[in-house]
């Protein structure tokens, strides 16, 4: 099994609202990513974390909040977002350390700021 | 220059047709490999994984991975229109958790 499976599969806020998007995956990998893609783009990553430690943040603006409760599940909370923030949202997972290899990606969430 | 080289396309062929997809970089730290298919509105699709040079098959698909060139390649033999979609290379060094992305080629199969 090699799913990554993201929720909502697409959300419409205002700017002034607070939402979440969720992220799962059961394949026992330890390190999870949130990346950002907009239209014609490659993936940009956003956040990675590693044994539920964020291990890097791409200089990600504040409004975007991550958050590793456990192993399998990753959120990304989202408050007073730009119109510029609107993209597909993609999580990913794959195995940690000296060993990561390479990251499967779930469907993505698609955000429209309004 | 980017980290990695990859030509937007488009590209069309028709239906039956090989197709060869392509991507060159610089960082000589890469050694793990990868071609995701990304369909519209979709996330990406892990479709090949390689690690350091060679060749590797999966049915249709065949990657090379040429590291004293840069350059990696993604063979699609008997293409269909269902392989109309977005091809992304990427690439990662060994423990390094970020991978590097090409900027995808847009590939479209002609009945």
């Known amino acids: 099994d090699t799913e990554v499976t993201q929720t909502p599969k697409h959300l419409v806020m205002g700017m002034t609202n607070k939402k979440s998007l969720k992220c799962e995956q059961h394949m026992g990998h330890r390190a999870m990513y949130w990346y950002k893609q907009k239209a014609k783009k490659p993936p940009e990553l956003m956040f990675v974390?590693?044994?539920?430690?964020?291990?890097i943040n791409e200089s990600v603006p504040s409004r975007f909040s991550p958050e590793c409760p456990n192993s399998s599940l990753l959120n990304l909370h989202l408050h007073a977002l730009q119109p510029e923030d609107s993209a597909l949202y993609l999580c990913a997972s794959s195995q940690a350390g000296l060993y990561q290899e390479t990251q499967y990606f779930g469907p993505g969430t698609r955000l429209l700021v309004l | 220059q980017k980290e990695v080289e990859q030509d937007p396309g488009p590209l069309s062929v028709p239906e039956g047709a090989i197709v060869s997809l392509n991507c060159t970089y610089s960082?000589?730290?890469?050694?793990?490999f990868m071609w995701y298919r990304q369909y519209s509105r979709k996330g990406p699709e892990l479709l090949m994984y390689t690690y350091s040079s060679g060749n590797k098959e999966d049915g249709r698909f065949t990657a090379q991975v040429d590291k004293s060139s840069k350059y990696i390649s993604l063979f699609i033999r008997d293409s269909q229109p269902s392989d109309s979609a977005t091809y992304l290379c990427a690439m990662s060094a060994r423990g390094n958790e970020k991978l590097t992305f090409g900027t995808g080629t847009r590939l479209t199969i002609i009945p």
């Open positions: 974390y590693s044994y539920e430690k964020l291990s």
């Open positions: 960082n000589s730290a890469f050694q793990y």
